[in-house]
Each structure stands twice: as C-alpha cells, then as structure tokens.
C-alpha cells in the first residue's frame, strides 16, 4: 500500500522559513518522481515543485529562487524548504508521486504565514 505523509507545516512570520517533509512508504521510491502542491482557500491546487528520478528540479515561477525541492532516497522522503515566505503562500501544501497508471497523494500540511 502506498502512502505519503507530509509533515512540517505550521505557522510562520513573514519573512520566514519553514521545511516541509513527505514521507513515502510502499514504492520503491527512488524510481519516481515526486512533486509539492499546493491548495489555497476556494483556490485550485497548484504545482510548487517536481523533483525527478535522478534530482532535477523545476520550479512554479513564483517560487523561484525561493524554494528549494530535494530528495533522500535513502530515507523515502522528499524535501520542500521554504525560505522568504508571503502571506500568499499560505496554503496546504501536498505531495504527490505517479506510480504508473496511479497518482498518490498524501493528506497535506498547512502552511500559515502570518504576522
């Protein structure tokens, strides 16, 4: 059974910095590509992020330069860090990995910017 659990959600000022985890369990991980979302209140949910395979990573425009996708294989577990956060990030923040015909997602973790 495959699932994915994020962690590291919660509130922050302005400015500040958060790293995000997704945990993956019952794939062999290291084989997929895994991408961070995104989901904003009576938004659509977004792309923030995609990592492949083998660690190439592409970004949504407005995270450029501000967020940084990684992977540790040897953990299953994909990394998002967060760093000059904006009250506009404020969302919940999945991740998803395509296995085959099949796209998992995990529940997701609220990101709060606020001061």
């Known amino acids: 059974q495959v699932q994915l659990v994020e962690s590291g959600g919660g509130l922050v000022q302005p400015g500040g910095s958060l790293r995000l985890s997704c945990k993956a369990s019952?794939?062999?991980?290291?084989?997929?590509?895994v991408g961070w979302y995104r989901q904003a209140p009576g938004k659509e949910r977004e792309l923030v992020a995609t990592i492949t395979s083998g660690g190439s990573a592409t970004y949504a425009d407005s995270m450029k330069g501000r967020f940084t996708i990684s992977r540790d294989n040897a953990k299953n577990t994909v990394y998002l860090q967060m760093n000059s956060l904006k009250p506009e990030d404020t969302a919940v923040y999945y991740c998803?990995?395509?296995?085959?015909?099949?796209?998992?997602w995990g529940q997701g973790t609220q990101v709060t910017v606020s001061s």
């Open positions: 019952g794939i062999f991980f290291r084989l997929y590509a």
């Open positions: 998803n990995a395509p296995v085959g015909a099949r796209s998992y």
